[in-house]
């Protein structure tokens, strides 16, 4: 944590398994004041795992079964989609305003009801995509292809838990849903609200 405070980071490849202090701890100290990509490697490789990982705010979980090509892969990934983040970042954007929430691209922030929520790398993608296609359905694996840049998996859920955390953070139900609609079989939606119901 000393080192991640006193210098810039690319990326940071986490393991879960440390002494001390476990890896998801440190994301989650981690993940209060930076949004740096992560990628988890670790020997749990179980899905309550998986989803715990990503809950906490990884970029991308990754079994140590992995091959090396793989990680290597996946760190590519990761380094692409921050590196066209930061090349966004760099062109000017307007600010989005939709239904109470507000999106600076530039400043890579967003606010609900004038509220400030702090999201994760994946989440702010995820957000951005779904309310630039407001009122159409994204499916997983276009949604999975835009913000992290690997193969679509039959049963991945990934993006199922990001968008969970996504509404949470956003203070939206999925019952009754303000911002974002899941649409079954088909994926999620950004509920256009200058459209009538």
């Known amino acids: 944590m000393q080192l991640v405070k006193e210098a810039q980071w690319d990326l940071l490849v986490l393991d879960v398994m440390m002494p001390g202090i476990d890896g998801f701890e440190v994301l989650s100290l981690l993940r209060r004041g930076s949004a740096v990509p992560v990628l988890m490697l670790t020997g749990r490789g179980t899905e309550n795992d998986l989803v715990r990982g990503l809950n ?40 989005i305003a939709v239904g109470g929430l507000r999106i600076d691209p530039n400043a890579r922030t967003v606010e609900v009801d004038g509220t400030p929520v702090a999201l994760t790398a994946i989440e702010f993608s995820l957000l951005l995509s779904l309310v630039k296609h407001k009122g159409r359905v994204r499916s997983r694996e276009q949604l999975l292809q835009e913000t992290s840049d690997r193969r679509f998996e039959n049963f991945d859920r990934s993006i199922d838990v990001h968008i969970a955390s996504l509404r949470r953070k956003l203070g939206d139900d999925s019952r009754s849903a303000r911002f974002i609609r899941t649409v079954r079989a088909a994926g999620y939606l950004f509920i256009d609200s200058d459209e009538a119901p």
């Open 56 to 95: 906490a705010g990884a970029d991308d979980y990754l079994p140590k079964t992995a091959s090396a090509r793989e990680l290597l892969a996946r760190i590519n990934a990761l380094l692409r989609r921050a590196a066209v983040q930061t090349k966004l970042a760099d062109t000017p954007a307007a600010t």
